[in-house]
């Protein structure tokens, strides 16, 4: 049987109705646009029967893991506006509001 296409011949062009870029998706925890960069966060962490993931900054993810445990965690769930009245957060959330999608800073250690 004869082959459809050569084996070692260029692939054929993909046919693109559009050539513009995917709109951004929204950060789950600031609601920024998200960057080149998209970290995969499970709300209710894996270790804790967490199966859902969500899309977030690198920064946004690293201060939620310096400021809550894996069990309180667990205990807000999906929901933002529990994560959101802690006041770190809160005023990590407030500060990043007007950066760069991309942008990157040191996250301050556990405190706990």
Known sequence: MARKH???????EAETED??????????????PTGKTIVWHHPVPKSRGGRDVVPMHPICQQT?????????????????????????VRKFVDWVSNKDPDFTATIAKKQR
């Open 64 to 88: 939620l893991m310096a400021n809550f445990t894996n069990s309180e965690l667990q205990r807000h769930g999906l929901d933002v506006a529990a994560l959101l009245a802690n006041p770190n």
């Open 6 to 12: 050569p084996k070692h011949g260029p692939y054929p």
């Open 19 to 32: 050539d513009a870029p995917p709109a951004p998706v929204a950060c789950w925890l600031c609601a920024r």
